[in-house]
């Protein structure tokens, strides 16, 4: 079964309408059928294993927020039944809408999780462009990827270098925010000279205010056509008395 | 009106603009991570947005805000996608105060925050409320269990919430972003369409020799 990236938002923005406007056991049932969808149909299934390893701790710590949810609500929102559970007084009214609010946080975050995780940027940008997105924010989209890769390690050689440098990275909070006024410059100075550099090698490659100058694929003219007859006469006139005896 | 919106746009991200848009996303989605890192109890995660509003303009910030979000999502914080509308407002209203000047002397800068936190508080309330119920595990969780714990809706909670921190965050971001421009280089500064909002008048007019 082939899906395209147009046919999985469209499945994406079906189970966020159902998680904003269905029941909580719709919910329920919805993040199920997404998890179930991640494990059995081969486009929903994870394309790089770090997003594969990444969901099972995200997806737990998610379960976890709904559970706090629900045992917070049902100890504040005291209205109805109470249920004694662990020796805590459960309101009916609280645990209600802990569960439809969790039910709802957590098929949100599974669909988008799925959804996200068997898809590259790249090709979703790409396929964004061919819908009508602007040209800018796609190149916005795959120079981010480009500087989300580099920046990490910037900051943590600046880090290290300050450090080094016996700057008071662990030391009081008006300390840490001086560091970190130390680290963001030179990184912030960095960005912007490769930003400078990258805006003009993209002006040098045709690119300019978003839009790309058309160097081919213009339509044929009249004009063209005659030029092309004067250039094939040309290199007749030119070759003949080679040829000719 | 979508083509007056493209073209200012277009202006705003000519030459060097486009690629440093990205790189304040990129910003937004590590400078946050490298608060915690630092154990500063701040969130600092929307300092590419103020950038990119001060040094190109509103438009460049409401795209760096969204597309930050959107790219969180994608990267393992679903979440970050419902506050799309908090970040648009923030890149708006910063692009609007830098244009108006407000970075240019650190006295403005400083109530500019103030204000900025008050929105973000205004706009991310009912997102945060009926989205995810007020709990986002994170510190702030146990001020909206106070606000409830003490008799107010679920609604009132979070906003007392997100005025009780927002103005805090967003005027460290602000005085950051004022550190950081007013250091820069002025043949830095004036690659950008927003340069001039971080030149005083003074500054101004020693370049222009007049």
């Known amino acids: ?245 | 009106m979508w083509t007056t919106i493209r073209r200012q746009f277009d202006k705003e991200v000519e030459g060097a603009g486009l690629p440093f848009v990205a790189f304040c996303i990129a910003l937004n989605l590590t400078s946050g991570q490298l608060a915690a890192g630092l154990k500063i109890p701040l969130y600092l995660d929307s300092i590419g947005t103020v950038l990119a509003a001060v040094l190109c303009g509103p438009w460049s910030a409401i795209v760096a805000g969204s597309l930050s979000n959107i790219l969180a999502s994608a990267l393992g914080n679903p979440a970050m996608m419902f506050f799309i509308p908090v970040v648009a407002v923030i890149g708006a209203f910063s692009g609007f105060l830098a244009r108006k000047g407000w970075f240019r002397f650190w006295y403005l800068v400083v109530p500019g925050g103030i204000l900025q936190g008050l929105v973000a508080a205004v706009v991310s309330a009912p997102i945060a409320a009926y989205v995810f119920g007020g709990v986002m595990l994170s510190g702030t969780d146990v001020l909206v269990l106070y606000f409830r714990s003490v008799g107010n809706t679920l609604l009132e909670s979070v906003f007392y919430q997100g005025i009780s921190s927002d103005p805090v965050d967003k005027t460290v971001t602000y005085l950051i972003v004022y550190i950081l421009c007013r250091n820069l280089p002025l043949r830095l500064l004036q690659r950008f369409n927003g340069g001039n909002n971080v030149l005083t008048p003074a500054m101004l007019r020693s370049i222009h020799g007049s």
């Open chain 1, 1 to 245: 079964m082939g899906l395209s990236i147009s046919d999985k938002l469209c499945i994406l923005v079906f189970f966020l309408t159902v998680a904003l406007a269905a029941p909580a056991e719709a919910a329920i049932v919805s993040v199920i059928i997404v998890l179930l969808g991640r494990r059995l149909a081969p486009p929903f299934r994870p394309l790089a294993q770090a997003s594969g390893r990444r969901f099972l701790p995200v997806f737990l710590s998610l379960v976890l927020l709904a559970f706090v949810m629900t045992i917070v609500n049902g100890l504040l929102l005291q209205e109805g039944k109470v249920f004694i559970v662990a020796g805590l007084p459960l309101y009916e009214a609280g645990i209600r809408f802990g569960v439809k609010t969790g039910s709802r946080l957590l098929l949100i975050a599974t669909s988008l999780l799925v959804f996200f995780g068997s898809v590259t940027i790249p090709h979703l940008a790409s396929s964004l462009h061919r819908a009508g997105l602007p040209t800018q924010i796609v190149m916005t989209v795959l120079l981010t990827v480009h500087f989300l890769e580099t920046i990490p390690e910037r900051i943590t050689r600046i880090f290290s270098a300050q450090e080094a440098r016996g700057a008071p990275v662990r030391s009081r909070l008006d300390r840490r925010l001086k560091s970190f006024l130390s680290i963001l410059s030179p990184l912030i100075l960095s960005g912007i000279v490769e930003s400078i550099d990258r805006g003009t090698a993209l002006e040098l490659r045709g690119y300019h205010a978003g839009t790309r100058l058309e160097f081919e694929g213009g339509g044929e003219s009249r004009l063209s056509g005659i030029g092309r007859l004067f250039i094939v006469l040309s290199l007749i006139v030119i070759i003949l008395p080679w040829v000719l005896p």
